[in-house]
């Protein structure tokens, strides 16, 4: 059997409700009679295993009656002593013929490709268009240049080196070399219980730890003694943004407050400070520096700083060539969900070409959930949303077992819409006890084998974009407006409006250690780019459009795979749609 059907096998396992590790599929696609070696594995399979090891394959394959090479032997020969069905069994084919079929039973699914998923081959492409029209210089080396033999291999080779590997040389994981700790995971730690005094204890945590990044940078004063300080001293003051408003001269009143009070800073329009003001948003910290006026009754701003990240921030890497794959946004559950994108993703995860892809980062939203949207029901192929969790653990199945998923919720999952969100609760994890995911908060932060990414999954974007001008931040350049959120040092920086907050004894929203990769969601859009050597991903989705989007404007980008080399930080954007 030709190794390009270790997706099949992986998908016939999935059938009989398993997940399966990388080797175990190779040796059963190596085996004389793979049908048979599936189906006696299957059946010898231990009562309580949810996955399938190279160890439960090597005890069915080293029978000499699913293994001998004499072609008068078979597993489905009736006179076998072998453990798999009798061939007089009308079930005993079943196995056998999707296994050797020339293309897999077709998927259900929208934006359905018109030829088979294990025939079509995965496409480079250098992400959304307009994903690279300002990030082309910071990040063409990156992303193109520098994958240059990778491309090339991948476009051009992928058929042939699929077909013609020897699979005894395949290179085989070694969990022993992986290395992943989360971080700022709030699960089970939540306190907050929505009284007034947990919001004035969140909201001092952002100004106490943000306020520290901005204190080498400025000669702070707090609020209280501004006010005692002579009219046209020099000052500076650190604060939450209270209030941003234009008088009718045109120029910027900005209210800050800290612990000790409020005072408003006056910005000139012919400061040159226009381009900066229109970057603010409420309830972010702020440094502004200045002169007191002459009653001392406001600061004339001549410079405002953002926490921001150190132009000088190095990144981590692995010590071996290792990747992973940054999705979000699955929605299975949806009408629109891609079932075929998705088949042909995994197909993909098991070809000696996707050897390297040893973790999955997933950004949130792993199902289409119930009521999140008006007239959401009559766009539902699943409407319980235990069965959405039910459908997308099959899904999962296909990924090969020794692949590492880290997965944070999304606003359409079953937790708090409130951010921080916590992990899903225990009815929904023994869901998706299968691939033995770990299920952090949203937002966590996820160190790779010494490459830290801070996953989020988004939903303040809509609000940076729907505030700051669009060159800044829009949907088509999503990665644009993630750029504002590392300035801000903060996912979620402005209360109050779309983006719901809980409050807890500490903001674990703020980004008070610079990652080496922030990956979002949510928009449904592709984009990318590095800003002060962070890389930026906004990975796109695996939906197409539905209604509700249609009427909204947004035209997703669907059906997307951004591998990341944790090496070096390279990004190659596959897709399968």
Request: glycine share 6%; net charge negative; proline share 6%.
């Amino acid at each position: 059997m030709p190794l390009e059907s270790n997706a099949r096998i992986a998908k016939e396992l999935a059938r009989h409700g398993y997940n399966a590790e990388r080797e175990a599929i190779t040796l059963l696609a190596s085996a004389p009679d793979s049908a048979a070696a599936v189906e006696s594995v299957v059946d010898r399979a231990p009562d309580d295993a949810l996955r399938i090891t190279s160890d439960h394959v090597r005890a069915v394959t080293n029978d000499r009656s699913v293994s001998d090479t004499d072609p008068t032997s078979s597993g489905t020969d009736p006179t076998s002593s072998g453990a798999g069905p009798n061939a007089s069994d009308p079930g005993s084919t079943s196995a056998a013929a999707d296994l050797t079929h020339e293309s897999p039973p077709a998927r259900s699914g929208s934006g359905s490709p018109s030829e088979p998923a294990s025939t079509r081959s995965p496409v480079e492409t250098e992400g959304s268009r307009s994903g690279l029209v300002d990030t082309t210089d910071s990040n063409t080396d990156d992303t193109t240049d520098s994958n240059t033999d990778t491309a090339d291999s991948n476009t051009d080779n992928t058929t042939d080196n699929t077909t013609d590997s020897n699979t005894d040389s395949a290179p085989h994981h070694d969990p022993d070399l992986r290395e992943l700790e989360v971080g700022n995971d709030m699960t089970g730690r939540s306190t907050g219980t929505g009284e007034y005094g947990d919001f004035v204890r969140t909201f001092r945590d952002r100004y106490e730890r943000l306020s520290k990044v901005l204190r080498g940078r400025v000669n702070h004063r707090p609020a209280e003694a501004i006010a005692e300080m002579p009219g046209g001293s020099d000052a500076a003051m650190i604060g939450l943004v209270n209030d941003v408003r234009s008088t009718k001269s045109g120029h910027w009143l900005v209210e800050l407050e800290d612990t000790t009070g409020t005072f408003p800073a006056l910005i000139m329009k012919d400061k040159g400070l226009a381009d900066v003001v229109d970057e603010i948003l409420m309830d972010e910290c702020l440094a502004v520096e200045g002169t007191l006026a002459d009653d001392s009754g406001i600061l004339f701003a001549d410079s405002l700083h953002f926490p921001d990240v150190p132009r000088t921030h190095r990144t981590g890497g692995a010590d071996r060539h290792v990747q992973a794959a940054l999705i979000s946004d699955v929605h299975v559950g949806s009408d629109e969900f891609m079932a075929d994108a998705w088949s042909s993703f995994t197909d993909w995860l098991h070809t000696p070409e996707a050897e390297p892809v040893e973790y999955i980062l997933l950004a949130g939203d792993m199902v289409e959930g119930v009521g999140v949207y008006p007239d959401q029901d009559e766009e539902l192929e699943i409407v319980d949303i235990y069965d959405q969790y039910e459908a997308f653990a099959e899904y999962l199945k296909e990924v090969p077992a020794d692949t590492e998923i880290v997965m944070i919720p999304g606003n359409h999952d079953a937790v708090r819409l409130a951010e921080p969100q916590p992990g899903f609760n225990d009815e929904i994890r023994s869901i998706m006890d299968v691939h033995d995911a770990q299920i952090v908060s949203n937002p966590a932060t996820v160190t790779v084998e010494g490459v830290d990414v801070l996953m989020y999954h988004g939903v303040s974007l809509d609000e940076v974009i729907a505030e700051l001008p669009e060159e800044k931040a829009s949907y088509d350049e999503p990665h644009k407006a993630m750029y504002q959120l590392l300035k801000k040092r903060h996912v979620a920086p402005q209360f109050g409006g779309h983006t719901r907050v809980a409050p807890e004894e500490r903001d674990y929203l703020v980004i008070e250690d610079v990652p080496d990769v922030f990956h979002t969601g949510h928009v449904h859009k592709l984009g990318w780019g590095k800003y002060h050597n962070v890389l930026a991903v906004n990975s796109g989705c695996w939906q197409a459009q539905t209604d509700f989007q249609k009427s909204v404007n947004i035209d997703p980008d669907a059906g997307y795979a951004p591998i990341l080399d944790l090496d070096t930080l390279d990004m190659t954007v596959r897709k399968f749609s």
